[in-house]
């Protein structure tokens, strides 16, 4: 009778003769190392980082730095509340300790204004369809307390209509607002990558 393979016997046997890169696995924990100083960075905004970063091997701060900065531009995005803005000069500061670059802190002031605008237009839009759709809300309203016999109220959330006219519109701001933001994040990686 024929003995069955466990699955890691089986997965043993086809990476018999495959030899890991120690360098890779390396690179990838040195990055993973200063993804957790932007951990501690966002946890403690006083952190200095450039003595956080230090901590590593002088052979190895490249790659820290690197992830580090990987860890900070993936924070960059739109806000969903006023305060998400609250995160910018911690993602600055972060910035700061690696490009020493004055646009960086001119890149910031223009997000700031940016991220309130968008959420300023967010509301406003929100706002705006909730006006639009008043008249169609009050008339369901209307017939459903008739087909119940008592007041019955609707909320526009709930309404799959409204739901879906909103969840559009604000998919198509934030689309616009979000090629923006691809923007700035390649205008950083451009002075980090000069700074090398």
Do not use: C, H
Not at 158 to 174: C, T, V
């Amino acid at each position: 009778m024929a003995r069955i393979k466990s699955a890691l016997e089986l997965a043993l046997e086809r990476t018999e003769g495959v030899q890991g890169d120690r360098s890779k696995l390396d690179e990838f924990e040195e990055k993973q190392r200063g993804r957790k100083v932007y951990a501690r960075l966002s946890e403690d905004p006083q952190l200095d980082v450039p003595k956080a970063l230090q901590e590593a091997s002088e052979k190895n701060l490249a790659w820290v730095k690197e992830g580090f900065f990987d860890a900070v531009l993936s924070n960059l995005n739109l806000p969903n509340e006023v305060t998400d803005l609250e995160r910018l000069p911690i993602l600055q500061k972060g910035l700061e300790a690696i490009i020493k670059d004055r646009k960086i802190g001119q890149i910031f002031e223009q997000i700031a204004q940016f991220f309130q605008q968008f959420l300023d237009n967010r509301t406003q839009m929100v706002e705006a369809i909730q006006k639009q759709f008043e008249g169609k809300i009050r008339k369901k309203e209307e017939e459903l307390s008739r087909q119940m016999g008592r007041r019955v109220r609707v909320d526009p959330a709930a309404d799959p209509e409204f739901s879906q006219f909103l969840r559009q519109n604000l998919g198509r701001l934030q689309e616009q607002y979000g090629q923006v933001v691809d923007k700035v994040r390649e205008e950083i990686t451009e002075l980090w990558q000069k700074r090398k």
